[in-house]
């Protein structure tokens, strides 16, 4: 692991195994309290330089980060697709994600500024500074191995916070990748660290209890979300939380039918459907509902499923055995409880689920209520916008959700009354660097990307200073 400028080993190790094949393609050190905690003082010591250092060199550092990561694409994606399983294709392209957010905040670091505001008092000028909260601990999930990193990290280090990742036992290897690509470029000892861990709750309690550490920010799922909450208030750190979602996505009878089947077949099943973002209930208005079936199942069955390093294939295996019986567990609760599978369903080996679509889904079936993660993507009919809204909005979750139609009035209305974090209109896959992203209710706290990106890793100081007169000495 990474720490304070150094590779350093510890006492236990854990293996890092394939998806695909279940085959050990890494073994890492497992940080415990030890380690935890020399990253801990680490972070704490560099902080005090690298955020007395301007934003223009911060942000030079970050484009040479930038220019490293574009140019070790390949190796990268390699990485990522055998720790969890992503195809290669998208393995490219998420590591093109992931550099967006670096080249994003190398630029956005350096407009970060203050506000003057005028006093009642004329011998009073009032006035406020943006200063970098402070030591980041940064939780990452397996899904997106890079570009959660990048939109975490970047924000971070251009505003002058020091970070340290844990990433997911599942996929550290990329975290590792980074940190190396940090470490070439130049950056400082014990601004960005990466501890790997196969025990997290003790390396995380290390953080939490150490004042020192100023904000916790975690993409993962809402319960351990939750629990994070709480024992951070410890410490009351700073926290930014992206949390799980459960997205509807409305196709109304005006909609283009053919670019909505494209659409929900790139948001549902992108990265095996293994995304927070991604639809997991398509409602579809009553007049068009078997029409709409019918081609989804079609494009659906196209899907090549297969090994993740095969450039023809579009669907790997789930990261584990936990999150394919998840899956195939949705698909048996739905079909006893009537629903009809029109396409894939057929169990296969390994942590392979088939790309699967269910019609006359109900909203009793756990498929309504959980986020599946996975390749399986439910219809249920509609009649009206204010009966769809109203389904829409029955979810604890608030992260994306998306609309189909041709009628811009439509569109409008729909999307201010849904309530969540982010809306695709007519737009699958509606996620860049320069917009928010998050969620409402139990999706989480805060917005990642865009100059709301930024904002959290910066507490704001007012400075009040009173003059020893109000006019000029004549
Ligand atoms: C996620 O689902 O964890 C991230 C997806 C995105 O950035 O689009």
Redesign the pocket.
């Known amino acids: 692991m990474f720490v304070n400028g150094q590779w350093i080993s510890a006492f236990g190790w854990f293996p890092v195994r394939s998806p695909a094949t279940g085959e050990i393609i890494a073994e890492l050190p497992s940080a415990g309290i030890e380690e935890a905690m020399l990253a801990a003082d680490a972070a704490s010591a560099a902080f005090q330089t690298w955020r007395q250092t301007t934003a223009h060199h911060r942000c030079a550092l970050l484009r040479a980060w930038y220019n490293a990561v574009i140019e070790h694409t390949e190796g990268i994606a390699r990485t990522i697709t055998m720790e969890m399983g992503k195809p290669i294709q998208e393995a490219r392209g998420e590591v093109v ?1 992931a550099a967006s957010f670096i080249d994003w905040f190398a630029e956005e670091g350096r407009r970060v500024g203050g506000e003057s505001m005028p006093s009642q008092h004329g011998d009073k000028r009032l006035a406020t500074l943006q200063q970098p909260v402070g030591p980041v601990y940064a939780i990452t ?1 397996w ?2 191995p890079a ?2 990193i990048t ?1 975490k990290l970047a924000p971070a280090l251009a505003v002058g916070c020091t970070a340290i990742v844990k990433p997911p036992v599942q996929a550290p290897l990329t975290a590792l990748y980074f940190a190396k690509l940090w470490e070439d470029v130049g950056g400082p000892p014990g601004t960005l660290q990466v501890i790997t861990t196969a025990d997290p709750r003790t390396v995380s309690q290390v953080m939490f209890d150490d004042p020192r550490i100023r904000k916790l920010t975690f ?1 993962g799922s809402t319960e351990v979300g939750k629990r994070l909450y709480e024992q951070s208030a410890k410490t009351l750190k700073r926290m930014s939380l ?1 949390l799980g ?1 459960h997205a509807p996505f409305i196709i109304f009878e005006d909609a283009d039918l053919d670019a909505a089947v494209d659409e929900v077949v790139a948001c549902k099943f992108r ?1 095996a459907g293994q ?4 639809t997991n209930r398509i409602y579809v208005h009553r007049s068009i509902a078997s029409q709409f079936a019918e081609k989804l199942a079609v494009a659906v069955n196209r899907l090549q499923v297969g090994d993740p390093l095969l450039e023809s294939t579009r669907i790997g295996p789930l990261v584990d055995e936990h999150a394919r019986d998840k899956a195939l567990s949705h698909i048996a609760d739905a079909v006893a409880q009537g629903a009809r599978i029109i396409a894939g369903g057929v169990r296969m080996e390994g942590f392979y689920v088939q790309p699967t679509v269910l019609q006359d889904v109900t909203a009793t079936m756990l498929i309504m209520q959980e986020e599946t993660f996975g390749p399986v993507a439910p219809l249920i009919t509609f009649d009206s916008e204010a009966e769809v809204v109203a389904a829409a909005n029955a979810s604890p979750y608030g992260l994306a959700a998306y609309l189909w139609t041709r009628n811009l009035t439509r569109a409008q209305l729909v999307a201010e009354a849904l309530e969540y974090g982010m809306i695709g209109v007519n737009d699958g ?1 509606p ?1 860049t660097a320069q917009a928010p ?1 998050g969620g409402n209710k139990d999706s989480g706290l805060g917005r990642e990307g865009g100059h709301w990106g930024l904002q959290e890793y910066l507490d704001v100081k007012f400075i009040s200073t009173k003059l020893e007169r109000c006019t000029l000495e004549s």
């Open positions: 994600y999930p899904n997106f570009a959660m939109r993409t992206e979602g990265n995304t927070c973002v991604c896959a996620s992203f």
